[in-house]
C-alpha cells in the first residue's frame, strides 16, 4: 500500500512530460482575461470562448468579452476568428500560434452616447499543455477598435482552456 501511495504521489507531482495536445474534432472551452479599451482606458475584460479543432494546426473560435468601470463606462465585444499554430509540440507540452478575431462591439462611456462598431485584432501567443484536456495561453496582439472613438491599441489575454 505504502508503495502504491509513494507512486500515486510521484505520478502527481512530476510535469506533463508526455501531455498530449488537443488535436482534429476536439471542442474546447476558455475563460480569459484580456486588456480591452473602453472610452479610451484600459479595463480588464473578462471573457468566454468556444474553439473547434477543425485540423491537428487549426481551431476556429469565438468568444464574449465583457468590461465595465464605474468612472469610465460599459463595453461587450462578440468576436470570431482563428488561430494557426506554426509550432505544436505536445511531447514539449507547447504550442505557439498566430491568429485573428474579427467581430463587433459596443461601447457606452459613463454619460455618454452608447455607440457600435467593428473590432478586428491580430497577434500570437503561446499554449501550454498539461494534458489532452486542460492548458493555459498568453497572447498579444493588436486591435483596431471602432465604437466610440476609432483607436488601435495592444491587447493581452491571459487564458485557461479546457477540452472535450
Given at each position: 500500500?505504502?508503495?502504491?501511495?509513494?507512486?500515486?504521489?510521484?505520478?502527481?507531482s512530476?510535469?506533463a512530460?508526455?501531455?498530449d495536445?488537443?488535436?482534429?474534432?476536439?471542442?474546447?472551452l476558455?475563460f480569459?482575461?484580456?486588456?480591452?479599451?473602453?472610452?479610451?482606458?484600459?479595463?480588464?475584460?473578462?471573457g468566454l470562448?468556444a474553439e473547434?479543432?477543425?485540423l491537428?494546426?487549426?481551431?476556429?473560435?469565438?468568444?464574449?468579452?465583457?468590461?465595465?468601470?464605474?468612472?469610465?463606462?460599459?463595453?461587450?465585444?462578440?468576436?470570431?476568428?482563428?488561430?494557426?499554430?506554426?509550432?505544436?509540440?505536445?511531447?514539449?507540452?507547447?504550442g505557439?500560434?498566430?491568429?485573428?478575431?474579427?467581430?463587433?462591439?459596443?461601447?457606452?462611456?459613463s454619460?455618454?452616447?452608447?455607440s457600435?462598431g467593428?473590432?478586428?485584432?491580430?497577434?500570437g501567443?503561446a499554449?501550454?499543455?498539461?494534458?489532452?484536456?486542460?492548458?493555459?495561453?498568453i497572447?498579444?496582439?493588436l486591435?483596431l477598435a471602432?465604437?466610440?472613438?476609432?483607436?488601435?491599441?495592444?491587447?493581452t489575454?491571459?487564458?485557461l482552456?479546457?477540452?472535450f
Amino acid at each position: 500500500m505504502k508503495k502504491i501511495l509513494v507512486a500515486a504521489l510521484l505520478t502527481l507531482s512530476a510535469p506533463a512530460a508526455f501531455a498530449d495536445a488537443p488535436g482534429q474534432g476536439d471542442i474546447g472551452l476558455n475563460f480569459s482575461l484580456s486588456a480591452a479599451p473602453v472610452n479610451s482606458t484600459a479595463v480588464v475584460a473578462p471573457g468566454l470562448g468556444a474553439e473547434y479543432w477543425f485540423l491537428d494546426q487549426l481551431s476556429i473560435l469565438g468568444r464574449f468579452n465583457f468590461a465595465t468601470q464605474s468612472n469610465v463606462g460599459t463595453s461587450f465585444a462578440l468576436l470570431g476568428g482563428a488561430d494557426y499554430y506554426l509550432v505544436k509540440k505536445p511531447s514539449e507540452n507547447y504550442g505557439l500560434f498566430v491568429g485573428a478575431l474579427l467581430g463587433f462591439d459596443v461601447t457606452s462611456p459613463s454619460g455618454g452616447n452608447s455607440s457600435t462598431g467593428f473590432d478586428l485584432q491580430a497577434g500570437g501567443g503561446a499554449d501550454y499543455y498539461f494534458s489532452k484536456h486542460f492548458s493555459a495561453r498568453i497572447s498579444e496582439g493588436l486591435a483596431l477598435a471602432t465604437a466610440g472613438n476609432t483607436l488601435f491599441y495592444f491587447t493581452t489575454n491571459l487564458g485557461l482552456n479546457v477540452y472535450f
